[in-house]
């Protein structure tokens, strides 16, 4: 609990993944992706309840062996296009019949696995402080980023310097952490709200695992990271 609200950490992890089979349970550092995730949440004592929402017994079966409650979640919410809200408010209605309630959810996509625990406490504190109805991480690109029609480049914006270091920081938005007040997410059905609060992440909390090629990356990553830890 944090200043009196209660938190519901959900990691939405259905098994449907085209670009990385079982990607969710897909080995990164020698155990599962999702399970990282899942460790992150040991440092966040404020988080009152997590759970894993699922469609796949595999994945139930690994959330259960790690001691963490699962959420099944029936076909219908977990096709390709079934959005994450909708894992989240089954998981909410799930618990409130066990009499359960909470004042605000939290998502950790499992495809987060440079996710820092202090990271999750700052949108809490940030979301619970500002009395918002939904925040999200977002991190910073000076890309001169623009559409393609016809053959041809257009930018955005218009008139950016061309070297990256002259230009204005602009933000995207990172799938690390997502924040919402539960009566909000009820009433809308959405996470998206028209004033949303925002914490800055760097690039290594925002990568996002996708493609076998991203857990190549990742994996070069932590075996850095770890072999700099040990010359420390």
């Not at 990385?20 to 460790?39: E, Q, W």
């Not at 990568?207 to 190549?216: G, M, R, S, W």
Request: glycine content about 6%; charged content about 25%; proline content about 5%.
């Amino acid at each position: 609990m944090l200043e009196n609200y209660r938190f519901l950490a959900v990691v939405p992890a259905r098994g449907g993944s085209k670009e990385v089979p079982r990607k969710n349970i897909c080995s990164l550092r020698g155990k599962p992706l999702l399970l990282h995730t899942l460790d992150q949440v040991q440092d966040v004592p404020e988080i009152d309840l997590l759970v894993v929402s699922t469609d796949d017994d595999e994945i139930a079966d690994v959330t259960r062996n790690y001691g963490t409650r699962v959420i099944q979640r029936p076909a219908a919410l977990a096709g390709d296009s079934a959005p994450t809200e909708w894992a989240l408010l089954h998981a909410l209605e799930v618990l409130e019949e066990e009499g359960q309630t909470f004042d605000y959810v939290i998502v950790l996509e499992p495809t987060s696995p440079f996710r820092r625990p202090d990271t999750i406490i700052t949108c809490m504190k940030t979301i619970s402080q500002s009395d918002g109805l939904s925040l999200m991480t977002v991190t910073e690109t000076r890309s001169n980023i623009g559409q393609v029609q016809a053959g041809i480049y257009r930018p955005m914006i218009e008139g950016l310097p061309r070297r990256r270091q002259e230009r204005q920081p602009l933000y995207v938005e990172s799938s690390t952490v997502y924040v919402a007040r539960v009566d909000y997410l009820r009433r809308s059905g959405s996470l998206v709200c028209d004033k949303w609060l925002t914490v800055i992440v760097d690039d290594l909390e925002a990568f996002d695992i996708n493609t076998q090629l991203d857990f190549e990356i990742a994996e070069a990553i932590a075996s850095l990271a770890s072999n700099c830890r040990g010359r420390a």
